[in-house]
C-alpha cells in the first residue's frame, strides 16, 4: 500500500505542475496578445494621423500657395498666353524612325502588311 500512495502522490505532483506550468503559459500568451493590441491601436493611431497629413497637404490651395511663395510661379492667365504660329511650307512632320532594339521586339509584320500601307 506505501508504494501505490507514493506512486499516486507522484502522478498527483505531476499533474500539479502540469496544472501550473499551463496556466503560466497561458499568462505569457495573454501578456503578449495585450502588447500585440496595443500595438495595434498605436499603428491604427499613426494610420489615421498619417492620411490626415496627406490629406492636408495635397490640398490644391496649399500647393498653389507653395507654388507662388517658394517657386515664384504664377498663375496662367489669357494676357500673358503668347502663340505661335508656323508656316505650311517651313516645316514638314516626318514619321520619326524606330529604333533597331525596339524595331526586332515590336514590329514583327512587314511594313507593307501593316495597316494603313507604306507611305
Do not use: H, W
Given at each position: ?8 502522490l ?22 503578449q ?9 498605436q ?10 497629413q ?11 500657395q ?11 492667365s ?5 502663340y ?5 511650307g ?11 532594339s525596339?524595331?526586332?521586339?515590336f ?6 502588311s ?6
Amino acid at each position: 500500500m506505501n508504494r501505490l500512495n507514493i506512486f499516486l502522490l507522484m502522478i498527483v505532483m505531476g499533474c500539479a505542475l502540469s496544472v501550473v506550468n499551463a496556466t503560466n503559459q497561458q499568462r505569457q500568451i495573454f501578456i503578449q496578445l495585450q502588447r500585440a493590441q496595443s500595438q495595434e491601436r498605436q499603428l491604427q493611431q499613426d494610420y489615421s494621423q498619417l492620411q490626415y497629413q496627406q490629406s492636408a497637404l495635397s490640398k490644391t490651395s496649399r500647393i498653389e500657395q507653395i507654388a507662388t511663395a517658394s517657386l515664384k510661379m504664377q498663375a496662367v492667365s489669357t494676357g500673358r498666353t503668347q502663340y505661335l504660329t508656323l508656316d505650311p511650307g517651313a516645316a514638314k512632320a516626318e514619321d520619326a524612325p524606330i529604333p533597331t532594339s525596339a524595331a526586332s521586339g515590336f514590329a514583327t509584320a512587314p511594313a507593307a502588311s501593316r495597316k494603313g500601307g507604306v507611305r
